[in-house]
């Protein structure tokens, strides 16, 4: 099955219909389960478009930076070439 990928302000209109509607009817219309509502309600929660922007970029910028260490920290413990 594909992983589908929604866009900020569509995971947030998604959620603004469920609470006003079904959730298993909003799971239907978009073509997704009422688990992934769910899961989206308890991961953003009353956030809006720009909160969940600012989010997902800040997830982003750390996990780049926990990468970076890590590599530095390879580099350091990785012994010295021969010449």
């Known amino acids: 099955m594909r992983k589908m ?3 900020e302000s569509q995971i947030v209109k998604i959620l603004c ?3 006003s509607t079904s959730v298993d009817d909003v799971a239907r219309k ?3 389960t ?3 509502i769910y899961a989206w309600h308890r991961k953003f929660g009353q956030l809006g478009a720009a909160d969940i922007k600012r ?3 800040l997830r982003n910028k750390h996990a780049k930076r926990q990468r970076s260490v890590a590599k ?3 580099e350091l413990k990785s012994p010295a070439p021969n010449r």
């Open 17 to 19: 219909e469920a609470r």
């Open 5 to 7: 990928e929604f866009t």
């Open 30 to 32: 978009h073509n997704i």
């Open 72 to 74: 530095v920290e390879l």
């Open 34 to 36: 009422a688990a992934t």
């Open 55 to 57: 989010l997902r970029h």
